[in-house]
């Protein structure tokens, strides 16, 4: 009799344990499905977004065919600015998205770069050099007006919206762009970025020490380069980089498709990294006169910012850490930046 009411016991716990490892999967499977279904609302969210700002930028394209061209130039600042406004969504929303949708929203934009460049060269060709008389250029001023075209009152409203920045210097105003260069050093001051987007593209053996506050930061195709820079705003992306050194505290961080990369820093939430690998970590550890009032102006707190919260989307198993970071060993660190 006790040997049957042992094994009934034996049983009911087994069963008792399957449907607790039942209820847990379904659980598990309910979760997975929600997180689906969030990540597609994202998606669906980010894509109808990017296609609205894309379709403003091309409507203005169009216009340029039916203006006069003395007008022109006010447009292509007019797109350069909503181009500019894409492309700060576009890294800004890098940290929610998956990777492929990321990457396709660059190849958009490249395509539209290219395209704003056409045009460019098309209705705005690069004057060939000449000398003119003096005579000659009195005499134009005194030309009659241009007439109204159907297009004017676009460029007006464009106009009134914009009437801050658009000249020939509206995007350096918004958008600090060091791209193409090779072996310089470069210092950036708090009046020339802060509260501004910055951008740096194709460097190679380059230094650049931003001091300052910039709104958000964008690194791609960087090469044996060690990057400083104050506290940024909101998001940092990275894209393309090699054997580098980067230094800087954010918002967020995402990094995509890099290798042999230092990292010395600080970010309040968890940083992302997809599609790398020989990656170290360390805690943000530059300072220059100033940068404590650059984290209050930037709302970065410099003690609540982790520097070892990385999340690899290439590596989904919690049982072991990723193989594609590290932490830095505390004998391989920089200590002077100087």
Not at 9 to 30: A, H
Not at 143 to 167: F, G, I, L, N, R
Not at 207 to 229: E, F, N, W
Not at 236 to 254: E, G, M, N, S
Request: charged share 25%.
């Amino acid at each position: 009799m006790d040997d049957i009411d042992g094994k009934k016991d034996l049983m009911t716990k087994r069963l008792d344990r399957l449907q607790e490892e039942r209820q847990v999967k379904i659980e598990k499977q309910r979760q997975e499905k929600d997180d689906d279904v969030a990540i597609q609302d994202t998606v669906t969210t980010f894509k109808r977004q990017f296609q609205q700002e894309q379709h403003i930028i091309n409507e203005k394209l169009e216009q340029c065919q039916s203006m006069n061209s003395n007008d022109l130039p006010d447009q292509f600042d007019c797109i350069a600015i909503a181009m500019e406004k894409l492309e700060k969504f576009v890294a800004d929303s890098s940290i929610f998205l998956p990777g492929f949708i990321i990457r396709q929203g660059q190849e958009n934009l490249n395509k539209l770069r290219n395209q704003i460049q056409s045009s460019r060269d098309q209705y705005l060709p690069k004057k060939k050099f000449a000398f003119k008389s003096r005579k000659k250029v009195q005499s134009n001023k005194s030309a009659t007006p241009p007439s109204t075209t159907p297009a004017d009152s676009s460029q007006e409203s464009c106009k009134a919206q914009h009437q801050d920045v658009v000249d020939t210097n509206a995007l350096a105003r918004r958008l600090c762009d060091y791209s193409n260069l090779q072996d310089k050093n470069l210092e950036i001051t708090t009046d020339e970025i802060s509260s501004k987007d910055v951008k740096l593209s194709h460097l190679i053996g380059c230094t650049v020490r931003i001091k300052g506050y910039p709104s958000a930061l964008q690194m791609d195709h960087l090469k044996q380069c060690t990057i400083l820079s104050g506290p940024v705003s909101s998001s940092v992306f990275v894209d393309q980089c090699h054997d580098c050194k980067i230094v800087v505290a954010c918002q967020q961080l995402r990094v995509h498709s890099s290798a042999d990369v230092q990292f010395y820093i600080g970010v309040t939430s968890r940083a992302i990294i997809e599609d790398c690998t020989r990656f170290f970590f360390s805690p943000y550890n530059w300072s220059y006169p100033g940068i404590d009032q650059h984290f209050i102006a930037a709302a970065l707190d410099s003690d609540k910012l982790n520097w070892s919260a990385i999340d690899d989307f290439n590596w989904l198993r919690i049982d072991q850490p990723s193989p594609n970071w590290s932490t830095l060993p505390e004998q391989d660190r920089v200590h002077d930046w100087n």
